[in-house]
C-alpha cells in the first residue's frame, strides 16, 4: 500500500534525526512523540478524513514545539 510506503519514510526520516546528536532531550521527546503518532496513523483500518487530519495536527504541533520552542 503506498500509504505505508509513505508513513514508513516519515518515520525513518525522524528516526535519523533522532539518530543524529543535534538535538536536545525536550526536542527528542517531541520527535518521538510525532513518531509515535504516525505508527498510530499507520496502525489505524480506514482512517477517514477527521482521524488523519486530527493526527496530522498532533504531529504538526510537536515539531513545532520541538523546533520553534524559545
Known sequence: M??????????????????????????????????EELRYLRRKRNADGPDVYACVRRIAESLINAFFRN
Open 2 to 35: 503506498q500509504q505505508f510506503k509513505e508513513l514508513n519514510a516519515c518515520i525513518a526520516g525522524l528516526k535519523a534525526l533522532l539518530a543524529g546528536n543535534d538535538i536536545r532531550p525536550e526536542q527528542r521527546k517531541d520527535v518521538e512523540a510525532a513518531i
